[in-house]
């Protein structure tokens, strides 16, 4: 596994060729892959008439990586945060980038059209063998560490405690094997939570501290 930071991208090789269940902009669904990216971007990047999609797909084909799972977000990709987790056999690990500028609180909704747009995208690499259901499961534990971190830094809006931001996305690679289970009261559980939990505190803190200096230069 590695992580190597070469902006406007991000790539996290995960080592092997994985099985890989997303919701991200690139190869969403459950697909097979090597590499997790993040392609940084500001708003002259997508003019509101573009497909953000095709432009995407259009930069991963230039950079030879159109097999890749891939993120958009306009959280400077240099602030990414690696964390990894080791439970009994299990060892996970979580790469997020966080930004919180259009965080919602769940079951609402702010007007964010004259605003900036954040986001929190998080990949986790399991090294433990895992079903399709198992899959599913695993990114249940990776969005409710995602959920309980962000609660963790408390970041006050008109509606309540944000929960995450309106264009979250979530990635989770392992390879495929026997394990049925990856709930909260496993260990595969346990190592995807306590790793993104982490990666996404720190990430947040690190947003806010930011935010807090730009507001006193």
């Given at each position: 596994m590695s992580v190597t930071l070469a902006q406007p991208w991000l790539d996290f090789d995960l080592g092997e060729e994985?099985?890989?269940?997303?919701?991200a902009p690139h190869r969403p669904g459950m697909v097979t892959a090597r590499r997790i990216?993040?392609?940084?971007?500001?708003?002259?990047?997508?003019?509101?008439?573009?497909d953000a999609r095709d432009w995407l797909a259009q930069e991963l084909a230039?950079?030879?990586?159109?097999?890749?799972?891939?993120?958009?977000?306009?959280?400077?990709?240099?602030?990414y945060v690696a964390c990894e987790a080791t439970?009994?056999?299990?060892r996970?690990?979580?790469?997020?980038?966080?930004?919180?500028?259009?965080?919602?609180r769940v079951g609402t909704r702010l007007d964010r059209s004259q605003q900036d747009w954040g986001t929190i995208n998080v990949?986790?690499?399991?090294d433990r063998g895992l079903t399709d259901t198992a899959m599913i499961e695993a990114i249940t534990i990776a969005a409710q560490a995602r959920t309980a971190?962000?609660?963790?830094?408390?970041?006050?809006?008109?509606?309540?405690?944000?929960?995450?931001?309106?264009?979250?996305?979530?990635?989770?690679?392992?390879?495929?094997g026997p394990a049925e289970y990856a709930g909260l009261h496993t260990e595969i559980g346990?190592?995807?939570?306590?790793?993104?939990?982490?990666?996404?505190?720190s990430g947040a803190r690190e947003w806010q501290a930011m935010r807090r200096a730009s507001r006193h230069a």
């Open positions: 994985m099985q890989v269940l997303s919701f990216l993040w392609r940084e971007v500001r708003n002259a990047d997508l003019p509101e008439e573009l230039a950079r030879q990586a159109a097999d890749a799972v891939c993120f958009l977000t306009s959280r400077q990709i240099a602030t439970c009994g056999d299990t996970a690990m979580a790469v997020a980038t966080v930004g919180l500028s259009n965080a919602e990949a986790v690499r399991l971190a962000v609660i963790e830094a408390r970041h006050d809006l008109l509606t309540g405690w944000a929960t995450g931001t309106g264009t979250d996305c979530l990635a989770v690679a392992a390879p495929r346990e190592a995807i939570g306590r790793a993104c939990h982490d990666a996404v505190l």
